[in-house]
């Protein structure tokens, strides 16, 4: 979770994904802005903008646990290797 300031003075918040989710195709990171030009006004959006991110991602934590990220050997190659 990071707090982003742009050039035009509107800040940012943003989040990465896990690897498991890049790899899955998702974006490696999300930007949503906080629709102000005050850090003090946007340290407590971004709180609350990365919990509501951060929450999706749990929803998610299926799909990250059933998906390896390094791929398993596949079965019918193992048996042409042995011979």
Known sequence: MYLLKQSNSV????????QALVAMGY?????VSLLTKYRSTAVLRNLY???IIKRSLLNQD?????TP???????????????
């Open 69 to 83: 990220i390094i791929p398993e050997e596949p079965q019918a190659t193992s048996g042409i290797l042995r011979h």
């Open 49 to 51: 903008v990365s919990a």
């Open 27 to 31: 974006v490696f990171d999300i930007k």
């Open 11 to 18: 800040y940012y918040t943003r989040v990465c994904y896990p």
């Open 62 to 66: 299926p799909l990250i646990n059933q």
